[in-house]
């Protein structure tokens, strides 16, 4: 990302202010409340960053919990920055739960292993590292591909604009922008599409049109729309709801660990969430439960399900490591919270 100065203050005031002056996303979303009726809170996050081919301060979204919290020191968030960074004919062999990277391959090596040596490579490693039986080993590749921060970085402000001028805290737009379609428009092959990654059937509850003809979802602000009025609408309200079966309050929307849940509501479901919180029932709001979301796996909460909200937290930090002013004017002092061992799959 390009070069940054940042000047705290000033920028988060004239971000959130700046934000009214486009009508074109507020005459499709009339219903909306005016800016001046949304939380100020929107824009605690929201800074400013000098972009030397505009001349121009965009808006950026930085996460100082992300650093108080310690979460960049987590094995896991660790892992997956590497991944981010190394190229797609190298892979990373590790033990699931740890993160533990036992070997760096070049994928053709490992392609070329025959299933019972790969299995007698795995079970090399449980002896070696005294894990049970059971115990996932697993070959990851490179995936600096498709996280083309430089690209994405572009639709920050954007984004961030968008949201806010639907009513939502503008994290989320960021969050979804750095992990979705980072690289470029593409289908998964679940059938999602876009910037936000929408499935037909959401776009349309939200207005798009999706038919052999057109597919808005490939326009960006009325992608945003949709996207933020299923975080509204759908995402924090089941993660509210969920909360309240689990009798945990006090806890504030703001908080990284809310945030965390509702983008794994977002990408998952909120029944598929709800499913896996249910089965370990835990008793207070924080890290600890998105930590144990990390482990849990119910017959739709998996892998991908799992790994989500950790690639939201490496994709953050990879970000803000583009922007090392950032880091030098924004990083609160270390403080002497442990940061635990977490487990994880893949």
């Given at each position: 990302?390009?070069?940054?100065?940042?000047?705290?203050?000033?920028?988060?005031?004239?971000?959130?202010?700046?934000?009214?002056?486009?009508?074109?996303?507020?005459?499709?979303?009339?219903?909306?409340?005016?800016?001046?009726?949304?939380?100020?809170?929107?824009?605690?996050?929201?800074?400013?960053?000098?972009?030397?081919?505009?001349?121009?301060?965009?808006?950026?979204?930085?996460?100082?919990?992300?650093?108080?919290?310690?979460?960049?020191?987590?094995?896991?968030?660790?892992?997956?920055?590497?991944?981010?960074?190394?190229?797609?004919?190298?892979?990373?062999?590790c033990v699931a739960n740890?993160?533990?990277?036992?070997?760096?391959?070049?994928?053709?090596?490992?392609?070329?292993k025959s299933d019972s040596?790969?299995?007698?490579?795995?079970?090399?490693?449980?002896?070696?590292?005294?894990?049970?039986?059971?115990?996932?080993?697993?070959?990851?590749?490179?995936k600096k591909f498709f996280?083309?921060?430089?690209?994405?970085?572009?639709?920050?402000?954007?984004?961030?604009?968008?949201?806010?001028?639907?009513?939502?805290?503008?994290?989320?737009?960021?969050?979804?922008?750095?992990?979705?379609?980072?690289?470029?428009?593409?289908?998964?092959?679940?059938?999602?599409?876009?910037?936000?990654?929408?499935?037909?059937?959401?776009?349309?509850?939200?207005?798009?049109?999706?038919?052999?003809?057109?597919?808005?979802?490939?326009?960006?602000?009325?992608?945003?729309?949709?996207?933020?009025?299923?975080?509204?609408?759908?995402?924090?309200?089941?993660?509210?709801?969920?909360?309240?079966?689990?009798?945990?309050?006090?806890?504030?929307?703001?908080?990284?660990?809310?945030?965390?849940?509702?983008?794994?509501?977002?990408?998952?479901?909120?029944?598929?969430?709800?499913?896996?919180?249910?089965?370990?029932?835990?008793?207070?709001?924080?890290?600890?439960?998105?930590?144990?979301?990390?482990?849990?796996?119910?017959?739709?909460?998996?892998?991908?399900?799992?790994?989500?909200?950790?690639?939201?937290?490496?994709?953050?930090?990879?970000?803000?490591?583009?922007?090392?002013?950032?880091?030098?004017?924004?990083?609160?002092?270390?403080?002497?919270?442990?940061?635990?061992?977490?487990?994880?799959?893949?």
């Open positions: 990302m390009y070069r940054t100065l940042l000047i705290a203050s000033l920028l988060i005031s004239s971000a959130c202010s700046a934000l009214g002056t486009d009508d074109t996303l507020a005459k499709k979303t009339a219903s909306a409340p005016a800016l001046s009726e949304r939380p100020r809170e929107y824009c605690k996050n929201v800074v400013g960053v000098f972009n030397p081919a505009t001349k121009c301060n965009e808006n950026y979204i930085f996460d100082h919990s992300l650093y108080r919290l310690r979460v960049d020191t987590l094995a896991q968030i660790r892992f997956w920055r590497q991944v981010m960074n190394t190229c797609e004919d190298t892979a990373f062999i740890s993160r533990d990277i036992i070997q760096k391959i070049h994928i053709k090596d490992w392609n070329l040596l790969k299995k007698w490579y795995r079970d090399s490693v449980r002896f070696a590292k005294n894990l049970d039986s059971s115990s996932r080993i697993l070959v990851t590749a490179g996280y083309d921060f430089d690209k994405t970085s572009l639709n920050f402000q954007r984004g961030i604009h968008c949201f806010i001028e639907n009513g939502v805290d503008p994290w989320y737009a960021q969050a979804i922008l750095l992990i979705e379609s980072p690289n470029k428009l593409q289908k998964s092959n679940v059938g999602a599409y876009g910037s936000f990654q929408l499935m037909k059937d959401v776009a349309r509850m939200y207005g798009l049109k999706v038919n052999k003809h057109v597919d808005e979802r490939a326009n960006f602000d009325r992608s945003a729309y949709a996207a933020s009025s299923l975080i509204k609408y759908i995402c924090i309200p089941r993660a509210r709801k969920m909360l309240d079966s689990l009798k945990i309050t006090n806890y504030h929307e703001e908080e990284l660990w809310f945030r965390l849940l509702v983008m794994h509501v977002y990408h998952a479901g909120a029944y598929n969430v709800q499913k896996a919180l249910f089965s370990f029932n835990p008793t207070e709001g924080n890290m600890d439960l998105i930590y144990t979301l990390w482990r849990t796996t119910t017959a739709r909460f998996k892998s991908a399900s799992q790994n989500y909200s950790q690639l939201v937290l490496a994709a953050m930090l990879e970000m803000d490591d583009r922007n090392p002013q950032l880091l030098k004017d924004f990083i609160p002092s270390p403080t002497a919270d442990a940061v635990k061992s977490v487990g994880s799959s893949d």
